[in-house]
């Protein structure tokens, strides 16, 4: 079974930094790209970034929005993903969702998400 | 970057309607639309890719269509476990981005 488990969310102040990481379990985790999708309170979705696997050089690609403060990387050996997160700004406030990428390029599987709250 | 508009934000429908909910690409896309299903306080839900192609396990009431700029999901006998907010999201290129969403509420 498919699992993604985030962790490291929590209450940061403005210009502070957090580093959110994701386990994955039930499947080759270096095979596959991953994304990082967030979702402010009681709004929509919001792709953040992601990832690509060895093949593809781990090249990631982010939204403008966090380019040059967030940082996506993996750790194929311990089956892991990390947001770092710098320079946080009160609108970086949402829950965070990791996801896989399938083969056909979308998300078929999430976390459950953290939620990173940025205030002083 | 792409925009993506969903219509209705929102909708009432009863239990056994048949529901269409609109998706439109300031560009073209080719096919590269999905859509996920959102319940309250859950993370999304994958339901389609490509299109039209059902994600493993999701049930065949749900139907997506289109291609280019307009695309459409379509639920066709709506059930309780249904009411949810739909997202679609292009993923032709970058930024990947997501519509703003449409709730499905119980009328």
């Known amino acids: 079974e498919v699992q993604l488990v985030e962790s490291g969310g929590g209450l940061v102040q403005p210009g502070g930094s957090l580093r959110l990481s994701c386990a994955a379990s039930g499947f080759t985790f270096s095979d596959h790209y991953m994304d990082w999708v967030r979702q402010a309170p009681g709004k929509g979705l919001e792709w953040v970034g992601h990832i690509r696997n060895k093949p593809d050089s781990y090249t990631t690609k982010y939204a403008a929005s966090v380019k040059g403060r967030f940082t996506i990387s993996r750790d194929d050996s311990k089956n892991s993903l990390y947001l770092q997160m710098n320079s946080l700004k009160s609108e970086d406030t949402a829950v965070y969702y990791c996801?896989?990428?399938?083969?056909?390029?979308?998300?078929?599987?999430w976390g459950q998400g953290t939620l990173v709250t940025v205030s002083s | 970057d792409i925009q993506m508009t969903q219509s209705p934000s929102s909708l009432s429908a009863s239990v056994g309607d048949r529901v269409t909910i609109t998706c439109r690409a300031s560009?073209?896309?080719?096919?590269?639309l999905a859509w996920f299903q959102q319940k309250p306080g859950k993370a999304p839900k994958s339901l389609i890719y490509a299109t039209s192609s059902l994600q493993s396990g999701v049930p065949s009431k749900f139907s997506g269509s289109g291609s280019g700029t307009d695309f459409t999901l379509t639920i066709s006998s709506l059930q309780p476990e249904d009411f949810a907010t739909y997202y679609c999201q292009q993923y032709n290129s970058y930024p990947l981005t997501f519509g703003g969403g449409t709730k499905v509420e119980i009328k």
């Open positions: 560009q073209g896309i080719s096919t590269y």
């Open positions: 996801g896989r990428i399938n083969g056909y390029k979308f998300v078929d599987y």
